[in-house]
């Protein structure tokens, strides 16, 4: 998800490759990547960087906040042209265009114009979702519409721009990426008529369940298997709940409301119990799953108000979370317990739209 104005050279798609070479290894097809937690897998670690890095190829494109994804060779961006949010796919080893869709009527405000929901590639199919809540499978071999959904039309989602102070997704754009979960795709629809989360089988778009009744906020849903139950961990604008994969029933839910609802960060699981969220409002907070009988219980593992995170969702690696934290500080925070281990300043800008 992104909502901050993009810097003048945002506008050309720069790839460096750094002698890796495009391999299924390399694939980062969805949000945060294969895992949606931040890690890159089948690559190994850079000892070093060289000061100057050389592009392998450089495109110009149209404006948007979404993060490209790429597999198989095949880069997909969303991007906007001429009044549409459209989806553009580059071949990835030498950034020649390969197919450009439209798939909906752009949107803009203060923080600029264009897509804001980061696609997701699975198999031979891609996912695109528009700020306005069009949402479109498209065939990875040449962009065709294969099946759609429209969150207003279909369930009653009306998208208010920025007319209401409050409002999360139907304010700012319907920014959370969608989650593919075997053969089912999980969309966050943020219709407060019971489907706050709705599931699609993602080859034909045929609605498998829907569940609650928030509005969705920016954040993107995960899975997780918390308290030895799999389930999809959803952080809306109201709450943070996980819900049964197969049928949408609510496992556990905490209510958490922030200022207009603003809550752009992906949970983050740590273990087999614990979730960690955060808002530029009330800080972050980790929440433990136990099981009690048959039953899941939620409860606060911990609240460290004075790490009022905004845009960027920090990485775990082993029992730390690294990332942006208040002013300009990149900091590193012990998951245990939430506390600060260290801080670097002259990170960003010292804004609320501060974002990595």
Known sequence: MRHVPPPAHLAHLTVLLMSLSVTQGADWPQWRGIQRDGHAKGEQALSTLSAELTPSWRKSVGT???APVVARDTLILLEEQGGREVAHAFKASD???????PFAESFSDEWGIGPRSTPVMDGDRVYVQSCKGEFACLALQDGRPLWRTDFSKDFGVVFMGTK???GAAVRRGHNGSALIDEDRIVVP????????LVCFNKLTGAMLWRSMNDESAYSSPILATLAGVPQVVAFTADALAGVNRSNGA???RV???SDAKRHALSPVVVGNDRVIVASHSFGMVCIRIEAT???LRASTAWHNRTLKINLSTPTLAGEHLYGFTTGQDYACIRSEDGVVQ???PGFGKGVKTDYA
């Not at 950034?95 to 869709?101: I, K, M, P």
């Not at 629809?189 to 706050?196: H, P």
């Open 164 to 166: 209401v102070q409050e």
């Open 255 to 257: 209510p958490i409301r």
């Open 95 to 101: 950034g020649s265009s390969l197919w450009t869709t």
């Open 250 to 252: 609510v496992l556990w």
């Open 342 to 344: 260290w801080s670097q």
């Open 64 to 66: 948007g906040f979404a």
């Open 293 to 295: 009988g048959s039953t």
């Open 189 to 196: 629809v943020g219709s407060t008529n019971g489907a706050t």
